[in-house]
C-alpha cells in the first residue's frame, strides 16, 4: 500500500516538473515572439519596407538589407539543398555500411558543432581570397551552404530512414532499379521531412550574422545587387551595426528589423509545417 | 495493345545444390529441386528453416540484403539466373514476389498497379488500362475498385492490400510469382479470398507459397517441399519435396511426418 502511495507521489512529481518545463519553453517562446512585435510594430511602414536607410540609418526604411538576406538565402539554397540532398540519399541509401562510411558521418557531426565564426574565417579564406570572389553574395553564400549543409543531410537521411524497407522491397521486386525506387517512391514519401528539416537549416542560416561577415555583408549601401558578386547589406548585420555603431540607437529600427526578420522565417516555417500537415493527411503507415 | 500473355509451360525452376551464407552462419544448404510451370508449390518448415532466404533466391531479393551470399545453380526455363551477365533487374519482371505484409506504395490504386508497367517503358494510357483491369480482375479485386481506382491503396481493408500487392505484381505479366506468407497477417475471411485467387491464377503463372499453415499448404498446393533445420549450428535443408497428397498422406520421411502430424514446429 505504502509503496503504491509512493509511486503515486513520485508520478505527480515527475508530470509537475515535466509540465513545468514544457510551460517554461512555451513562455519563454511566446514571449520572445510578443516582445519582438510589440517592440518591432511601430517601426513597420510601407516605407520602412520599401525604402533604402537615410539620415545615417536613423530613419528610412531597410529594404536593401531584406533584399540581401533573400539573396543570400535563395543561394545558399541553390548550392546546400542538391548536394545535401543528395549526400543523404547516398548515406541512407547507398553507403555500405563500415569504416569510411562512419568516418563521413563523423565529419558531418563536426562539421555541424563548427561555430559559425569559424565558417566566416574559413569563408574568406577559400571563397573570397583563394577562388577570388571578393566579398559577394556567391561568396556569402556558399559560406552560408557549408553551414547548413550538415542540417540538410542529417534532415534527409532521417526523412529517409522513416521510410519502411518494404517499400524498397517492394519496388525493387517489381524489376525497378535502387535509383528508380529511390526517386519514385523513397523521395516523395520522404519530401516532407526533408522539407521542414531544410527549411530549419535555412531559416538559421538567414539569421546568421557571422559567417557572412567577412565574405558578403556591407555596412551600408544603397544601391540593389546588380549580379552575384556584389556585396550586399543584410538583416542581422544590419541589426548589429545599429545597434553598436550608430550614435543614439535607433530602437525603432532596431527591433523593427529583427521583426521583419523573424517574421519572415516564421512566415516560411509555418507554411512548410502547413503543406507537411496536408502531405501527412494524404500519407500515413 | 498489350496482349495476355500466359505464358504456359513457361516458368520453371531447377535449383542445384544451393546454399546461401548470411555473413559466416549458413542458413540454407544442398537444397536440389524442381518448380513445375503452372502449378503450386508450397515450401513449409518450421520458423527460422529458411522458407524466405530460398524464396528470396528465385528473384535475386537475397543480393538487396548486402550480407547474403548464394552458391549453387538456379536455372530459370534453363537459364542461369545468377550468371554474371543476368540482369536481376530483368530476372524480377518474370519472377514477382508478394510479401508477408500488405506493403502498397502511398499512392493510388491505379498507380500501385501501374508501377511495374509503367518502370518497363509503359506510358501509353490505354495499354495500362487494360493491364490494370486484367491485373486487378485476376487478383479478384477489380469488382470492389473498379469505381475507386483513385483512391489511395491505403484507404482499403488489409486484405484489400494485399490483393493491390497481388495485382501489382501480375501487371509486369511475371511467369512466377513468390509468395511469403501472404495470408499470415489477414483475417480468416481475407485469407478465403487469398486462397481462392491463387487457385486461378496458376492458370497463368507458376506459383511458389511460403506458409507455415499445414491446412492451407494441403488446400492451395500441388506439390510440397519440406525444409528444415535440425540445430542452431547446421544450415538448414530441404528434406523431401514431392505431390501435396503424397505428401500428407503418405510422406517419404519421418520427419516430414512428424512436422505434419504437429510434432514439432
Ligand atoms: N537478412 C538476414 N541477415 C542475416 N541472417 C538472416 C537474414 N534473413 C534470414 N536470416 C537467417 O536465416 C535463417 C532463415 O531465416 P528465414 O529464411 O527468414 O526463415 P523462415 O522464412 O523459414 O522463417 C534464420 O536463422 C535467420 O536468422
Ligand atoms: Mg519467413
Known amino acids: 500500500m505504502n509503496r503504491i502511495k509512493r509511486a503515486r507521489t513520485v508520478q505527480t512529481v515527475a508530470v509537475a516538473i515535466t509540465g513545468a518545463a514544457a510551460a517554461f519553453i512555451i513562455a519563454a517562446a511566446l514571449f520572445l515572439f510578443v516582445y519582438i512585435v510589440v517592440r518591432g510594430a511601430p517601426a513597420i511602414s510601407w516605407e520602412f519596407l520599401t525604402d533604402v536607410p537615410r539620415k545615417q540609418m536613423k530613419e528610412g526604411g531597410i529594404l536593401p538589407a531584406i533584399v540581401g538576406t533573400l539573396a543570400l538565402t535563395l543561394g545558399t539554397a541553390a548550392f546546400a539543398l542538391p548536394i545535401g540532398v543528395a549526400a543523404g540519399i547516398y548515406l541512407s541509401e547507398y553507403a555500405p555500411r563500415g569504416r569510411s562510411t562512419r568516418l563521413i558521418r563523423l565529419a558531418i557531426s563536426n562539421m ?18 583563394l577562388l577570388d570572389l571578393g566579398k559577394s553574395i556567391l561568396a556569402g553564400a556558399l559560406t552560408l551552404a557549408c553551414l547548413t549543409l550538415p542540417v540538410i543531410i542529417t534532415a534527409t537521411e532521417e526523412a529517409l530512414r522513416q521510410i519502411p524497407s518494404d517499400l524498397r522491397q517492394a519496388s525493387l521486386a517489381l524489376g525497378a532499379t535502387r535509383w528508380r525506387t529511390i526517386y519514385r517512391i523513397v523521395l516523395p514519401a520522404a519530401a516532407p521531412g526533408i522539407v521542414t528539416g531544410s527549411i530549419l537549416g535555412l531559416s538559421r542560416a538567414a539569421g546568421e550574422t557571422a559567417p557572412i561577415l567577412f565574405t558578403a555583408a556591407v555596412y551600408y549601401k544603397r544601391q540593389m545587387p546588380d549580379s552575384v558578386f556584389a556585396d550586399v547589406m543584410v538583416l542581422p548585420y544590419h541589426i548589429f551595426i545599429l545597434a553598436t555603431q550608430v550614435t543614439g540607437r535607433p530602437d525603432d529600427i532596431i527591433w523593427g528589423t529583427a521583426l521583419v526578420l523573424v517574421g519572415g522565417v516564421t512566415a516560411i516555417s509555418v507554411a512548410a509545417a502547413t503543406w507537411r500537415s496536408i502531405q501527412r493527411r494524404k500519407v500515413r503507415w | 495493345m498489350v496482349t495476355a500473355q500466359s505464358h504456359a509451360g513457361k516458368g520453371s525452376f531447377d535449383l542445384h545444390d544451393v546454399s546461401v551464407t548470411y555473413g559466416s552462419e549458413t542458413a540454407i544448404a544442398g537444397v536440389s529441386m524442381h518448380i513445375e510451370p503452372n502449378a503450386v508449390t508450397a515450401l513449409i518448415g518450421p520458423s527460422g528453416c529458411g522458407k524466405s532466404t ?9 543480393d538487396e540484403l548486402g550480407n547474403a551470399k548464394v552458391a549453387g545453380r538456379i536455372l530459370l526455363d534453363g537459364v542461369d539466373v545468377y550468371d554474371k551477365e543476368y540482369d536481376p533487374v530483368e530476372l524480377r519482371t518474370k519472377v514477382g514476389q508478394v510479401f508477408q ?20 517503358g509503359i506510358r501509353k494510357r490505354s495499354d495500362l488500362d487494360a493491364l490494370v483491369e486484367r491485373s486487378l480482375t485476376r487478383a479478384a479485386l477489380w469488382g470492389e475498385v473498379k469505381k475507386d481506382l483513385k483512391k489511395h491503396a491505403f484507404e482499403l481493408s488489409g486484405g484489400q492490400q494485399q490483393r493491390v500487392c497481388i495485382a501489382r505484381a501480375l501487371a509486369t505479366e511475371p511467369e512466377v510469382l513468390l509468395m511469403d506468407e501472404p495470408a499470415s497477417s489477414l483475417d480468416p475471411i481475407s485469407t478465403q479470398q487469398i486462397e481462392d485467387t491463387i487457385a486461378e491464377l496458376k492458370e497463368y503463372v507458376t506459383i511458389v507459397i511460403v506458409t507455415h499453415n499445414m491446412q492451407q499448404a494441403a488446400r492451395i498446393s500441388d506439390k510440397t517441399a519440406f525444409m528444415l533445420r535440425e540445430s542452431m549450428e547446421e544450415p538448414a535443408f530441404l528434406v523431401e519435396v514431392g505431390e501435396t497428397r503424397t505428401m500428407f498422406t503418405n510422406p517419404g520421411d519421418k520427419r516430414t511426418e512428424a512436422y505434419i502430424t504437429g510434432r514439432f514446429g
Do not use: E
Open chain 2, 54 to 62: 530460398l524464396l528470396r533466391c528465385l528473384n535475386r531479393m537475397n
Open chain 2, 101 to 120: 505484409k500488405p506493403n502498397p506504395f502511398p499512392m493510388t490504386i491505379y498507380d500501385n498497379v501501374a508501377y511495374g508497367p509503367r518502370t518497363q
Open chain 1, 112 to 129: 555541424a558543432g563548427v561555430p559559425s565564426i569559424v565558417y566566416g574565417l574559413f569563408g574568406l579564406a577559400l571563397f573570397v581570397i
